[in-house]
T-cell receptor
């Protein structure tokens, strides 16, 4: 069973607030990813990291930022939340070896009022 | 560029029957991997099955099997003996080059409903 955790699971917040979505994994994976998913829709990559101090933007443009100071931790931050940021955010990690399977967290559902 | 196409937005199947979820892909990479994930209404993504482009046999995992037709660029998921708990969104995904650090590209998903 994968050991990747996201908090909070659900967050309802007002416009203009700063939020940080936490993601931690205990598998020692170098590669970590953030996907954004609207309800019933496909996943879009917004950020990824190949290791400590490495972060890249994904295919979908996002106003969020990420950091990777420790291998196990990959938080996502929105400096000023807007209703257009309402979505589910899924964190994943991969060892990059074998099949390259992604292990996903349970997701963070963000609602911005 | 890679692309995954799932043409069935929704599917219904009777409990205990088999169902096939379609997936076609497009890539110029000579070596790639194909995945199927299940997403229940709770939101988490659950890995189901993997097929490497050079694997000689179709992958199987319990009630799940992957019907891989390389020439047609299709990687359909077959679920045998459907159960009510199989009702979920199913995503096909592809990653280029085994061991590549590149992320997965996902299809738009198929919502499967199993009827009692």
């Amino acid at each position: 069973e994968a050991d990747i955790y996201q908090t909070p699971r659900y967050l309802v917040i007002g416009t203009g607030k700063k939020i940080t979505l936490e993601c931690s994994q205990t598998m020692g994976h170098d590669k970590m990813y953030w996907y954004q998913q609207d309800p019933g829709m496909e996943l879009h990559l917004i950020h990824y990291s190949y290791g400590v101090n490495s972060t890249e933007k994904g295919d979908l443009s996002s106003e969020s930022t990420v950091s990777r100071i420790r291998t196990e931790h990959f938080p996502l931050t929105l400096e000023s939340a807007r209703p257009s940021h309402t979505s589910q955010y899924l964190c994943a990690s991969s060892s990059g070896l074998d099949t390259g399977e992604l292990f996903f967290g349970e997701g963070s559902r963000l609602t911005v009022l | 560029a890679q692309k995954i196409t799932q043409t069935q937005p929704g599917m219904f199947v009777q409990e205990k029957e088999a169902v096939t979820l379609d997936c076609t892909y497009d890539t110029s990479d000579p070596s790639y991997g194909l995945f199927w994930y299940k997403q229940p209404s709770s939101g988490e993504m659950i890995f189901l099955i993997y097929q490497g482009s050079y694997d000689q046999q179709n992958a199987t995992e319990g009630r799940y099997s992957l019907n891989f037709q390389k020439a047609r660029k299709s990687a359909n998921l077959v679920i045998s003996a459907s159960q009510l708990g199989d009702s979920a969104m199913y995503f096909c995904a592809m990653r280029a080059s085994p061991g590549s650090a590149r992320q997965l590209t996902f299809g738009s998903g198929t919502q499967l409903t199993v009827l009692p």
